[in-house]
Every structure is written in C-alpha cells, then in structure tokens.
C-alpha cells in the first residue's frame, strides 16, 4: 500500500485528503508544519509527500531543501501560491511536481499515480530466495518452502529491501541506518547489529554462519543471493 504523507496547516484539507486517499486505498499520516513534516518522513517513510508552502514554522521551500540533503523521497506541493516564482522556487529546490489550490483532485490523484510510477523500483529484484525462505519485496511476503509465513517488521523489511535490491554490492552502515531509521540515525551501529541479527535467525538455516546476509567487518552488509 503507497503511503502518502500530507503536510498542510489547514484541517479541512488534511481531513478531505485522509478520507479521500484512504477511499482509494493509500496510507495517509498528516503532519500540520514543516518542523513535524521532516519528523514524519524520517519516521513513518511515506512513499509520496504532499506538502503546501504556507506553514505555520518553516517555508515549505525549506523543507524540501531539508529533504532533499538525505531523501528522495517524491514531493508533490499542494499550495495556494499560484506566482511562477514561487513554483520555480519550488521545483528548483527539488519538488517533483506543482499542484494550486483550490484543485481537482482527479487532477492530483492523477499526479500522484504518475510521480509514484517514475519513482518505482526499476529493474530491481522482486524476489530472493534466502535459506528455505522466498522473500517477496513487492507483496512484502517471506514464505517457508512447506509454506510458512515468516512475520518480518517494518523495519526488517526496509533493510531486506535496501540489501537484497542491490545483490552482491557492499551497503555501508551509514546508509542501511539512514533507510532504515533516517539521518539522526547514521552513527548508530548497534540498531542495525541487532535488526540483521533478528533478519538472520527468522530466515538463514544456520544463523550463526549466514549464508545471504554477510558482514563486512567495519563496513557494512551486502546480501549475496
């Protein structure tokens, strides 16, 4: 499920957007100023931002800027401001795409399918196949060969993912805790030990001498199919 993040100081708009992206079966999480914007993206991960200029704390042209110096993460602004410079201002400092209020919102349903689908994974594995298990990253399914689901949080997931998408390729610490937790995260070693620990005893045979999520003392991990 695309989780949609709508950062917008106005409650009528942040309530009309939840019911209706939640209709259409996307996760909807709100944030209503820049400052818990940036929180909620380090946080909760969305997929797509939706985020009006005219916050209450910080410009939302400077929470794209702080966005964009760790994240891609998509942002689509959804504003009243309606001037050129202001949609230059916006795109130049990394926004995706440009919606004016008041809008249609199969106009911005519409802009969010096609930023979601330039964003899509390409040419990345969907599958993998560790110890008796095949991992799904799609469907985010880890099933046992006599067909047993394996449960893996959030968390375990977004590392698997990060690893597995990129097969044979060392993935710094650095970069598995800024995916994994976001960038106030990237001097904090022991989470990861402990996440890649528990990805370890829930899906290689023998955890104590993996055969797919390896170590690389002092570095990182690399997942090697």
Known sequence: MTRILIVDDEPQILRALRITLQARHYEVVAAC???????AVETDHPDVVVLDLGLPDIDGVHVIRALRAWTPVPVIVLSGRRSSTDKIDALDAGADDYVT????????????????????????????RIGRYTVDLTTRDARHDDGRRRHLTR????????????????????DLLRHGW??????????????VAQLRRKLE?????????????????????
Do not use: C
Request: aromatic share 8%; proline share 10%.
């Open 33 to 39: 100023d820049g400052t818990r914007a940036i929180a």
């Open 101 to 128: 209020k008041p809008f249609d919102i199969g106009e911005l349903l519409a802009r969010l399918r096609a930023v979601t689908r330039r964003h899509g994974p390409a040419d990345e594995p969907a599958q993998a």
């Open 155 to 174: 968390t375990e997931w977004r590392l698997l993912e990060l690893l597995v998408h990129q097969p044979g390729r060392l993935i710094s610490h650095r």
């Open 182 to 195: 976001g960038p106030t995260y990237v001097n904090e070693v022991h989470y990861l030990r402990q996440f």
């Open 205 to 225: 045979d023998d955890p104590a001498r993996p055969r797919h999520l390896l170590t690389e003392p002092g570095m990182g991990y690399r997942f090697q199919p």
